[in-house]
């Protein structure tokens, strides 16, 4: 893609009031998708490292990001025949369902070479993720928490966006950060005048209760104890 293929797209689309998402995996990318003016980037930055110059740009162009992660640490992981899914996600996943990932079934997979140069790339790349994460951070980019769940293999609905906020306080980000990250931030973002994605009289009563404060521990919010849908509680299939 040229900044001349793109930028009449963005052009077009925001013509009509419609905003531009845009996968990005090299800072390059990222700079790339921006320039043209797109709105958001997501799965940005997995291969090679974001430097502070190129954040501050980002953060001038004012696109938001969805990381996403964990999505590259799990395929890392399955192309290095080490993945496992975590225990939430046992609970909620049929076990036939999730074995389709064990290293068992990937090792008699057979991948282009193309796709084992990028898998290659990434388990290279791995250590600069977190650091790129934390720079947009840093200059002052909008991060949304995203896990790309039913969209990249290994990613379930629940447990890898948990896994997601983890790694995001691990890269340096504070919990009430990334918690907002996750909630009235994007929310907002999607509808300025929404009534969901927080806690307030007369909004959208989209809820998790969990056991434990996830800002002195993220983890916590893998403790769900009940769910509720527009006020009502879900009930647990056995």
């Not at 790129?132 to 840093?138: A, H, T």
């Not at 909004?203 to 056991?211: F, G, H, Y």
Request: charged share 25%; aromatic share 6%; proline share 5%.
């Amino acid at each position: 893609y040229s900044r001349e293929i793109l930028a009449p797209m963005v052009e077009a689309a925001h013509a009509k009031g419609v905003r531009v998402v845009a996968h990005a995996d090299s800072p390059e990318h990222a700079l790339l998708a921006a320039r043209a003016g797109v709105d958001a980037l997501v799965h940005s930055i997995h291969l090679g490292e974001l430097t502070a110059e190129q954040a501050r740009e980002l953060k001038a162009l004012g696109v938001v990001v969805s990381p996403t992660i964990d999505v590259y640490n799990r395929i890392s992981e399955m192309a290095a025949f080490t993945y496992a899914p975590t225990a939430l996600e046992r609970e909620l996943y049929p076990a036939d369902y999730l074995a389709q990932f064990s290293p068992e079934v990937v090792r008699r997979q057979t991948l282009s070479d193309g796709m084992m140069e990028w898998l290659a790339a990434l388990q290279k790349d791995g250590a600069h993720r977190s650091p790129s994460v934390k720079r947009m951070y840093d200059e002052g980019i909008p991060l949304f928490a995203g896990s790309d769940a039913a969209g990249s293999a290994a990613c379930w609905a629940g447990g890898s966006l948990i896994d997601e906020l983890g790694l995001m306080v691990k890269a340096g980000i504070p919990p009430e950060e990334v918690l907002l990250s996750a909630t009235v931030r994007p929310a907002r973002w999607l509808a300025p005048s929404g009534d969901w994605g927080m806690v307030a009289v007369g909004a959208r009563a989209d809820l998790i209760v969990i056991d434990g404060d996830p800002v002195a521990d993220i983890t916590a919010m893998a403790r769900v104890r009940e769910v509720l849908k527009a006020g009502v509680r879900l009930e647990k299939l056995a």
